[in-house]
């Protein structure tokens, strides 16, 4: 080697930032390491759990929660921070922990992109990122993470396509993808990755054809690209691999034929899900040889033919056939069945929606004792139900509506002790009902409609308490309703007895099915009058009553039915007037009311006011209502006789309200010159039975079913919602977690504290709830947040940062410090907060100030010597927050400087 080659050689080693000695490289050290998590840590908004506290420069960053250093040169090797409810960003400071190997974020809620400078980690091995809101496009740089073989990007927002520059990292072993919103194609080049066992990409929007290469990947085990647009024809090296466990690319739009030797070579195949997609031909007859199979998925295809010989199955778990062009002609059609006899360990079976024909024969019931799901329904299936279903004694669902079976419902269907769900109806089914459905404790749903069913409803099916659907119409049935049926406290979904001949009246027990949806007694023989308590049926959705003998007048109940959408009862003989309370019923869409007796003015409100939702034709004695119902005008003389009657009314309501009104005054003015303390009398005035309860119902509608678009606030014990009530009216709506350790004494703790006082600086108290396990406060809205929202706002809760000034903070810190001094000073017994905070400081329109969550408030017993006790007991308050003032026994005496302080230093 020449001398100046040599000189050449060490310049470059001397100089170039890559080769050379020290003064080249990028200074990475301890101190990186430092710089880099603490600006990590700055990019976190949210630490609910506090793990970052020790992530601070006074302790060696070794120490610090959830990171791993390499012992000799004290480098991050590791960070883990999964499950920690942390919010942030990733900072592209990541990048410069130049010795990180593994890297988990997973669960938490990261959003923003991931930054490109992650591609400089040239050790990592393991990055997990599962289960954030982390958005943008796959960085191509991570190409450059030349070690990695772990990689887990699920459950994110990420889009675009995967980059092709992936496919070069060779030690890559498992790649999951899956629910992003990823479009284009399977990169080619993943057909490169020698390493790769398990390669996860469902639920996206990937398209295009799948890789040849997958097939000939030596160690493939897992292969899930279902719920994508791919299309094309299965490779048929993913047929010839061996290797594979898991092929699962359902709900795609792939195309063509399985072939013949399909699962010859398959020897550790166990799920095969192919289903909901474009497949066609016959299922290959080497199906019933692959003894690994566990789960197979070939529904919503188009597969024709025979079902094949199922005999060597012994670890079938799931075999879904339905929703295919399947049939059963000639000899042996139907051996499928009795071939499976073999497979002991099968949960779930359907060959729901073919076109098989024929009797069901009686080896059904020498299906496996362990079968959960038996789906046969939308065939053409004649004859009778074979008694020897009631072998099968772990079923819970049985479907066979939609075929032409007859004979009875067997009563051994009720031995069957899991039985919930019931699937007969669209048959031939003659008989009763048996008596037998009362024996099934967990029965959830029966449906046995369009059948030829007769007799009385048996009422043993009061006996099943979980019962939530019973639907008998289009049948035969007589006699009575049953009063057990309307005892079943979870029948919340549907009743239907409607197209029968029942007759009698409807029990007035209808009312406790407040939980019910939907109710139809529609073609029947009912009569009598319409049970009031109807009204009480709080979920009703839908009711439909007509073409029975009802009579007498429309309930008024029926306003209580505040979610209503749908009522039919027409065709009955009511009489007497339509309420005009039906206006109230804001989400009713039809109102049938033709074919009756009903006479008088129509109201015009409400659903009144569009024709078309209303039906009132056969009436002939209605007048008025809007132009479009085309009724006659009333009877002008019937207007002023009205007119007259109204006036007379409205005289002696003034005379009553006058009187009233001046009585009241010289009341109240007796009781203020008796007694001139004001707060004596607010207190008296807000006492617990002053307050109006509510229904859990009402709330639901002011809050669209506690919709998480109305939630403004959450804590440890409850939830708080905006409520927009019917009146428009606004209320802050607080719903304790009842499942939440320690929410029952808060929700108790609060209604004690606020039974007896009542300031113009704490949050008021407009009704209460209490329905059993249900608990909830109706408190005063407060439209500007609370102090922490004011104070430190979120970007991405604000488009404009507000400014608080000197005097805004100086007015909220009095308004705060007027609230303590009269808990602690001027009530009966006085009141402990026990967790004052910004976020617990509300601030109404004026910007006035509001103290509430009593949840942890104490009352101190007066003059007594231990009352000190009632604060000392254990440590109150938020996990990471004490206010200043809990230092020492001064917090009783010092309200007014102390608010005054906690405001100001926020």
Not at 40 to 69: A, H, M, Q, Y
Not at 623 to 651: F, M, Q, T
Request: glycine share 8%; proline share 5%; hydrophobic share 40%.
């Amino acid at each position: 080697m020449s001398t100046k080659t040599i000189i050449l050689i060490l310049i470059c080693l001397t100089f170039h930032p890559l080769l050379g000695g020290s003064q080249g490289l990028p200074r990475f050290n301890n101190n990186t390491d430092q710089e880099s998590l603490l600006v990590f840590k700055s990019r976190i908004t949210d630490d609910p759990l506090g793990v970052l506290e020790t992530w601070n420069p006074s302790s060696s960053l070794c120490n610090w929660t959830s990171v791993n250093c390499n012992v000799t040169k004290q480098r991050v090797t590791s960070i883990n921070l999964e499950n920690l409810g942390l919010v942030g960003t990733i900072a592209p400071h990541i990048g410069n922990l130049s010795f990180l190997s593994y890297l988990n974020l997973q669960n938490n809620s990261f959003s923003g992109s991931l930054p490109q400078e992650i591609g400089q980690l040239f050790r990592l091995r393991t990055l997990i990122l599962a289960s954030n809101r982390i958005r943008g496009t796959i960085p191509a740089s991570l190409s450059l993470c030349s070690k990695l073989s772990y990689l887990d990007l699920s459950i994110n927002i990420l889009e675009g396509t995967i980059p092709n520059e992936l496919g070069a990292l060779s030690e890559l072993e498992d790649v999951s993808f899956m629910q992003n919103f990823l479009t284009g194609p399977i990169p080619s080049s993943f057909g490169n990755l020698s390493s790769l066992s398990n390669l996860i990409l469902r639920s996206n929007s990937l398209k295009g054809p799948i890789p040849e290469g997958l097939g000939r990947l030596p160690f493939l085990i897992n292969l899930q690209i279902g719920l994508n647009n791919i299309s094309g024809e299965i490779p048929c090296s993913l047929f010839n691999s061996s290797s594979l466990i898991v092929i699962a690319m359902a709900v795609n739009r792939l195309t063509g034929t399985l072939p013949r030797d399909t699962f010859t070579n398959q020897t550790s195949l166990t799920t095969f899900f192919v289903g909901g997609n474009l497949l066609s031909g016959r299922i290959p007859p080497s199906i019933g040889n692959a003894s690994s199979l566990t789960r197979v998925d070939l529904a919503n295809n188009s597969f024709s033919g025979q079902i094949p010989w199922l005999g060597n199955l012994p670890n079938i778990q799931i075999l879904s056939l339905q929703s295919n062009q399947l049939v059963n002609d000639g000899a042996g059609g139907m051996d499928f069945l009795a071939s499976l006899a073999n497979s002991t360990q099968l949960q779930v079976f359907s060959v729901a929606e073919n076109q098989l024909t024929g009797k069901l024969p009686s080896s059904i019931g020498n299906l496996s004792r362990q079968l959960s799901l038996l789906v046969m329904n939308n065939n053409f299936f004649h004859g009778s139900l074979p008694g020897e279903i009631s072998n099968l004694v772990n079923l819970t669902l049985i479907a066979f509506e939609h075929n032409s079976l007859t004979g009875t419902i067997l009563p051994s269907i009720g031995t069957l002790p899991n039985l919930q769900y019931i699937f007969l109806h669209e048959n031939k089914f003659s008989g009763k009902v048996p008596e037998s459905l009362g024996n099934l404790t967990y029965l959830a749903e029966v449906h046995l409609s369009n059948n030829l069913l007769e007799g009385t409803i048996p009422s043993s099916l009061g006996n099943c308490q979980r019962l939530q659907l019973l639907d008998l119409s289009v049948n035969l049935l007589n006699g009575t309703i049953p009063g057990d049926i309307f005892g079943i406290p979870g029948l919340g979904k549907v009743l239907n007895l409607s197209f029968n001949s029942l007759s009698g009246f409807v029990p007035s027990e209808v009312g406790d099915l407040n939980m019910v949806q939907a109710i139809d007694l529609a073609s029947n023989q009912l009569s009598g009058d319409i049970p009031v308590t109807i009204g009480d049926c709080s979920s009703l959705l839908y009711l439909n009553m007509s073409r029975n003998s009802f009579q007498g007048s429309i309930p008024n109940s029926l306003d209580k039915l505040k979610a209503i959408e749908y009522i039919d009862l027409s065709s009955n003989n009511l009489t007497g007037n339509i309420s005009a309370s039906l206006e109230s019923l804001k989400f009713l869409q039809v109102l049938n009311l033709s074919r009756n007796q009903l006479s008088g003015e129509v109201p015009k409100g409400g659903i009144f006011e569009n024709s078309t939702a209303v039906s009132l034709s056969g009436n002939l004695k209605l007048c008025g209502g809007v132009p479009n119902l085309g009724l006659p005008k009333c009877d002008s003389h019937e207007k002023k006789s009205g007119g007259s009657k109204l006036k007379i009314v409205l005289a002696a309501t003034f005379a009553s309200v006058a009187f009233i009104i001046i009585v009241s005054m010289l009341v109240f003015w007796l009781v203020r010159k008796k007694d001139s303390d004001l707060r004596a009398v607010n207190e008296k005035a807000n006492s617990p039975e002053m307050y109006p309860m509510c229904r859990q119902h009402d709330l639901k509608l002011a809050t669209r079913n506690f919709s998480p678009e109305y939630m403004i606030g959450e804590g440890s014990f409850g939830s708080v919602y905006k409520g927009v009530f019917e009146d428009g009216s606004l209320a802050a709506i607080k719903v304790f977690k009842m499942g939440q350790h320690g929410a029952s004494k808060s929700f108790i703790a609060e209604c004690e504290a606020l039974r007896s006082i009542r300031h113009r600086n704490l949050v008021k108290i407009i009704s209460v709830c209490s329905a059993g396990d249900f608990k909830a406060l109706v408190l005063k809205f407060m439209p500007n947040g609370n102090l922490e929202q004011l104070l430190h706002p979120r970007i991405e809760d604000c488009e404009v940062e507000k400014v608080v000034d000197m005097n805004q903070r100086l007015k909220i810190a009095q308004d705060v410090a007027l609230a303590l001094e009269y808990l602690h000073h001027d009530c009966e017994s006085p009141v402990v907060h026990c967790d004052l905070k910004p976020s617990n400081v509300l601030l109404d329109e004026e910007m006035s100030a509001h103290v509430g969550d009593f949840g942890l408030a104490r009352i101190l017993l007066k003059n007594s010597p231990n009352a000190h006790l009632s604060i000392s007991v254990g440590l109150k308050g938020s996990i990471g927050y004490m206010a200043p003032a809990m230092q020492n026994m001064a917090w009783v005496r010092g309200s007014q400087r102390e608010a005054m302080s906690t405001v100001l230093e926020y």
